[in-house]
C-alpha cells in the first residue's frame, strides 16, 4: 500500500508528512492529554498573538490554497484554522479519543493540517488529486451524501473519497476510532510552510502517538522530488 500524489504539478512547494503506525491500542481519554491540548492551545493563541488568523503565514498560505482549487476559506476552512477557532471559542480542544486528541494537539501546536485514516478501512492506494467532479461523499459524522465538484483536491483511496477540499472534512467510512488497530496520518504542509516545519510536526506526532497509543511506526515526506511515500514497513 502507498500514498501518491497528483498535484504536485500545481503545487511544487507543498510538503506531506506520513506517518504509518500498526498495532496501536487506542482509547477514550488520556488524563495527561488534557494538559498538553490546554498547552497546545495556548501555543497557538500566542503565535496568532491576537491579530486575525488570516494574517499568520502558515493560516494565510492554506487559505491561498483553497482559493486556488475554487473553495472559499471564509466558508470552508482548511482544518488546522477550524480547529483552533472552535477550541478558543470552546476554551478547549474536543476529546474524541487518544489517537485523534493526540494529532490535534500537534495541528494547534503547529498550526498545520493534520488528519488520518483507519488503514483497514482503506481499499487499495491512497491518493491525493483532483476531482473530476460528481464523486460522492459521506462526511464524517453525517447520514448525507455530497458530491465533490471539478478541480477540487481530495484524497481518495481505489473506492471513496476519504478527505474533500484537501483536509476540510474526511469521510465516514475510515474514522478513527477505539477499535482501530492500524493507521495512516498526514501532515498537510502549503508551498508557504518551510519543508523543516513539516519534519518538525512529524516527530513531534510519532513522539506524541508512540506514548499514547503504542505500536510500531515508519514515516517519510511525499514532496515535488519524491511523489510517492509507502505505507507499510
Known amino acids: 500500500m502507498r500514498f501518491k500524489v497528483e498535484v504536485f504539478d500545481r503545487y511544487p512547494g507543498a510538503n506531506i508528512g506520513v ?3 500498526n498495532d496501536v491500542e487506542i482509547v477514550a481519554s488520556d488524563p495527561s492529554l488534557d494538559r ?3 498547552e ?3 501555543v497557538a493563541e500566542a503565535k496568532i498573538s491576537g491579530g486575525p488568523f488570516t494574517k499568520h503565514p502558515f493560516i494565510a498560505s492554506w487559505r491561498e490554497m483553497y482559493r486556488s ?3 472559499k476559506p471564509g466558508d470552508y476552512r482548511p482544518s ?5 477557532r472552535r477550541a478558543l471559542k470552546m476554551g478547549s480542544l474536543p476529546t474524541i479519543n487518544t489517537a485523534v486528541d493526540a494529532y490535534n494537539v500537534v495541528s494547534v501546536r503547529h498550526l498545520i493540517p493534520m488528519g488520518g485514516f ?3 478501512h482503506v481499499a487499495g492506494d491512497i491518493r491525493l488529486r483532483f476531482s473530476p467532479g460528481g464523486e460522492s461523499f459521506t462526511p464524517l459524522g453525517s447520514d448525507k451524501t455530497e458530491e465533490t465538484y471539478a478541480g477540487e483536491v481530495v484524497y481518495a483511496d481505489d473506492e471513496r473519497i476519504l478527505t474533500r477540499r484537501w483536509n476540510y472534512r474526511d469521510c465516514d467510512e475510515t474514522k478513527i476510532t477505539e477499535e482501530t488497530r492500524n493507521v495512516v496520518l498526514f501532515i498537510d504542509g502549503p508551498e508557504g510552510v518551510p519543508r523543516s516545519s513539516v519534519e518538525d510536526a512529524l516527530q513531534d506526532l510519532e513522539k506524541l502517538f508512540t506514548k499514547h497509543c503504542g505500536g510500531e511506526y515508519c514515516s517519510g515526506i511525499a514532496c515535488r522530488d519524491e511523489k510517492e511515500v509507502s505505507l507499510g514497513p
Open 80 to 84: 488546522a484554522e477550524a480547529l483552533v
Open 19 to 21: 506517518l504509518t503506525a
Open 69 to 71: 482549487f475554487g473553495t
Open 40 to 42: 497546545a492551545l495556548s
Open 118 to 120: 483507519d488503514l483497514d
Open 36 to 38: 498538553l491540548k490546554d
